[in-house]
């Protein structure tokens, strides 16, 4: 499986201004890796659901912000 | 020719006074990569483009219409009952006192918009590489957007649109498949 976002460390100077955001992150959405959409993918259950995520199926649903980014660490 | 439905492509609701959000919202208005480009940019596109992708530029330069109403809708309701005084501090005076609540085609920097921002190069690649980049770019920008933002209604329209952006780039992506397949290609003996 993929994942949606991806990691860096950017060079920390011992004189930057501001406090360093340690970890950089950034979005790797489902589209970068489909190719073309397989046939016969699955729908979300309801006309609703799919309305709420703004697509017609799952795997082409990209979260924002990242879900899986820690509350108050900057990035 | 199109057909008008009276209603918006998803709902829009704002939650709280902050005509702030108005001044960043623009630029997805009329901005580079905002909506009207990139429904402008697409709409010229189907002419010159081979015909088994026209339809595909011709229902995502719509939609693009539709999410252009929709920022508009978020960005009226934003300013209509502010202040001068609340504009002011909002960083939107500028636009004020040449445009009063009037919603005009800059992006969030107060530049106007110009057709600069789209291209049309004529070769099929080049133009649908623009397009996913276009739709990359405008997925961006509704993060930055969103990461400024912190009315839950109004993220929640713009998660939509981000998504949007998600699937318009999904579209295009195999659209540069299809014109790259050589089924149809020319056999020379
Ligand atoms: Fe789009």
Redesign the interface.
Known sequence: MFTQYKYWEPYISPYDPCKPIKVKSYATPPQLYMGFQPYGLKQFNTPKEALYHGTLWPQLYSPYPNPHKGGDQGE | MWYYEKKLQ?PVKVSTCNPMLAKFLIEQYGGADGELAAALRYLNQRYTIPGKVVGLLNDIGTEEFAHLEMIATMVYKLTKDATPEQLKQAGIGEHFVDHDRALFYHNAAGVPFTATYIQAKGDPIADLYEDIAAEEKA??T??WI??MSDDPDLNDSL??????E??H??RF??AV?ILKEDRDAKKIF
Not at chain 2, 159 to 164: A, N, Q
């Open positions: 998803y997925r961006a509704y993060q969103i990461d998660k939509f649109l981000r998504e949007r998600v699937v780039s999904q992506r195999e498949e």
